[in-house]
Antibody, heavy 123, light 105 residues
Framework: QLQLQESGPGLVKPSETLSLTCTVS??????????WGWVRQPPGKGLEWIGN???????FYNPSLKSRVTISVDTSKNQFSLKLSSVTAADTAVYYC???????????????WGQGTLVTVSS | SYELTQPLSVSVALGQTAKITCGGN??????VHWYQQKPGQAPVLVIY???NRPSGIPERFSGSNSGNTATLTISRAQAGDEADYYC????????FGGGTKLTVL
């Protein structure tokens, strides 16, 4: 059974870079037919898509975050990572990593999700 | 950018049928997916591509999509169905609806 696990600092200072890693187990990140992505959820609010990546390295980013986001993949470690630069308090959220199914060559439904990790931006 | 509109809240009596809508311009031409999220937990996929149930999701969950509205239907609602529900599509990017809180009375 495929599982995803987020890891990284739970506290980041304003203006610094948020860095998270997602480790995939029970399956290969190099499998065709999937994208690997990040979704966040501010406390008490809804879901916001951040972006996703194919194992070859091609990416899709949320236009509203694109200037600050980098998603990368390390197939040798079966991991993918998120970097979000110049963070502010508005970036405080639970960050989920997840697998997106490709359908008609486009990222579609999301399954499964990691358990999520809370990242707080504060000095 | 594409927008999805969901009601903030829906209430249903125990054992009755709940319908949660997701509105979007010509959403019937898109593939709609639905997620259930209980407090403190990650979202779980309950419907994909409008009306398909992943393995392990009860038959009480069903979906439809036509025109400008997609609908998640939960039959014989149970207390355990109380959760937030989100619709999602791909339209040049992944888009989520704002979420609907389902209360089972």
């Amino acid at each position: 059974q495929l599982q995803l696990q987020e890891s990284g600092p739970g506290l980041v200072k304003p203006s610094e870079t948020l860095s998270l890693t997602c480790t995939v187990s029970g399956g290969s990140i190099s499998s065709s037919g999937y994208n690997w992505g990040w979704v966040r959820q501010p406390p008490g609010k809804g879901l916001e898509w951040i972006g996703n990546i194919y194992y070859s390295g091609s990416t899709f980013y949320n236009p509203s975050l694109k200037s600050r986001v980098t998603i990368s993949v390390d197939t040798s470690k079966n991991q993918f990572s998120l970097k979000l630069s110049s963070v502010t308090a508005a970036d405080t959220a639970v960050y989920y990593c997840a697998r997106l199914m490709l359908y008609q060559l486009l990222p579609n439904w999301i399954d499964p999700w990691g358990q999520g990790t809370l990242v707080t931006v504060s000095s | 950018s594409y927008e999805l509109t969901q009601p903030l809240s829906v209430s249903v009596a125990l054992g009755q049928t709940a319908k949660i809508t997701c509105g979007g311009n010509n959403i019937g031409s898109k593939n709609v997916h639905w997620y259930q999220q209980k407090p403190g937990q990650a979202p779980v996929l309950v419907i994909y591509r409008d009306s398909n149930r992943p393995s392990g999701i009860p038959e009480r969950f069903s979906g439809s999509n036509s025109g400008n509205t997609a609908t998640l239907t939960i039959s014989r609602a149970q207390a355990g169905d109380e959760a937030d529900y989100y619709c999602q599509v791909w339209d040049s990017s992944t888009v989520f609806g704002g979420g609907t809180k389902l209360t089972v009375l």
